[in-house]
């Protein structure tokens, strides 16, 4: 066994630290140290490390019934979905599809708008418009329709150059213009996008509500989200919402959608669902949408491990302790309070906006915060930044893509505690001065 080289992770990362325990905040490594989790591992832990409930929900599980395929009822998936939709569903998603994780939710989404189309005769309505600066998943597919330029460059070749509508990047408009005077122009480019693809091939649009780590908590302008529902009412298009990312509770609401004053007709989430206890992803959908596809005979795709019952026991665990300890509003409170932190940094000279809601923040790091002209790649401002808060003890997540660099996202649990927000914003700041 010992002469067996471990190649653990496929390439090197300095991110390969053994972690051999985790609790509240905090991350515990072999070596002793103890590391803030300043990003909830990747905008997914909520309730926090450690809890029993979710293990001993999946051990229960686990011994009941190890593995059902996904049509056949068990418990575990009656009780989360009657959770989903009592607790925390908008009004009107009457329609659950479960899988293992965000790509395989936004898959599912963007399939299930073609088919919804498909299903009623309109055959050539298939394309799905996203928009640059987003990341929808690792899969060809969620890669095509995302707008994480660097990480779609692998697979060029086989994923399609779908069109990509501009992001409501306000800081650097990449339209020129300025809000309110814009008029919330970003929205209107969706429409002039479906218009010159045609109407009659355009299936859907994906959008996040709040960009999480490509874009690096970026908001969308007010109003904004109720354009793009009327553009898609028009030309009859399925709006999807990416809330894998900002779904249950994360930005301080049950879907940050909803706090839009317009609702998607899919949405998509994961991370949030089970906190990090145990892979699961959801497609949840309205009536109108499955309403075709029922009188087809059709339905989503269900994978191997979709609403795997011992995954669906732990989300059940995770969502009811979001609800009974009132995380949520906790999540708004702090998210309040790290905003208003970070607010101070605002002053440091290389850094451009603080922005974000609830407990999905950023931080957006320039060389010239006058011109916004950013540092080179090669200066690799963000892995400095993230190697110089493990020097310290924190874990940042490297926000932004290849083209928007130096974004440092925090998303911490939702126990976070004030003592622990002053900690991880102190040591950001140390940080940044080092590596700049
Ligand atoms: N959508 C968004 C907005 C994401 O941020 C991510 C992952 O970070 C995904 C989809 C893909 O989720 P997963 O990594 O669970 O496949």
């Given amino acids: 066994m010992a002469d067996t080289p471990v190649n653990w992770p496929f390439t090197p990362s300095p991110l390969a630290i053994d972690i051999v325990g985790a ?3 905090h991350l515990h490594a072999r070596d ?9 591992g990747a905008m997914v832990v909520n309730i926090g490390h450690g809890r029993r409930e979710p293990g001993e929900a999946m051990a229960r599980a686990s011994s009941a019934v190890s593995y059902v395929i996904p049509p056949f009822v068990t418990p575990q998936r009656m009780q989360l979905a009657e959770r989903l939709q009592r607790d925390w569903l908008p009004p009107g998603f009457t329609r659950l599809h479960l899988s293992s994780g965000g790509s395989e939710a936004v898959e599912t989404a963007i399939k299930l708008a073609r088919q919804h189309h498909f299903a009623k005769g309109d055959t050539g309505k298939w394309k799905v418009i996203g928009r640059d600066l987003s990341y929808h998943g690792a899969t060809v597919a969620t890669l095509e329709i995302g707008g994480h330029a660097a990480r779609r460059a692998p697979v060029a070749a086989m994923a399609r150059e779908t069109p990509k509508a501009p992001p409501h990047y306000c800081l650097r408009c990449p339209l020129g213009k300025t809000y309110p005077t814009c008029d919330v122009a970003c929205a209107d480019e969706v429409e002039a996008i479906i218009l010159r693809e045609g109407p009659d091939t355009v299936a859907g649009v994906i959008a996040e509500p709040v960009v999480g780590s490509s874009g690096g908590a970026l908001e969308p302008p ?5 354009k793009l529902r009327a553009i898609c009412d028009r030309h009859d298009v399925v709006l999807i919402a990416d809330e894998v990312v900002t779904g249950f509770g994360r930005t301080g ?3 940050a959608s909803e706090g839009e004053g317009a609702l998607p007709d899919i949405i998509a989430t994961a991370k949030g669902m089970s906190g990090g206890y145990a892979p699961i992803g959801g497609t949840f959908a309205t009536e109108r949408i499955a309403e075709p596809l029922e009188r087809t005979g059709d339905a989503p795709m269900f994978y191997t491990f979709s609403a795997h019952p011992a995954a669906c026991a732990a989300a059940d665990a995770v969502l009811d302790i ?15 309070r790290l905003g208003a932190r970070l607010q101070r940094l605002k002053q440091h000279p290389n850094v451009a906006e603080v922005r974000g809601r609830g ?8 060389r010239d915060r006058e011109t916004l002209e950013r540092f080179p790649a090669e200066a690799n401002i963000t892995m400095k930044v993230l190697n110089g808060g493990l020097a310290e003890n924190v874990y940042f997540y490297p926000g932004g893509t290849g083209a928007q660099r130096d974004v440092i996202v925090l998303a911490p649990p939702f126990i976070v505690t004030d003592a622990e927000i002053e900690t991880m914003c102190a040591v950001l700041e140390r940080a940044i001065d080092r590596a700049v």
């Fill in 359 to 366: 407990l999905l923040r950023a931080i957006e790091i320039v």
């Fill in 222 to 226: 007010p109003g904004y989200w109720r």
């Fill in 32 to 40: 002793g140290r103890k590391i803030l989790d300043a990003a909830g």
């Fill in 253 to 255: 609401v049950r879907f």
């Fill in 322 to 336: 979001l609800s009974k300890e009132d995380l949520m509003a906790r999540a708004r409170v702090m998210g309040d």
């Fill in 23 to 25: 609790q509240g905040c």
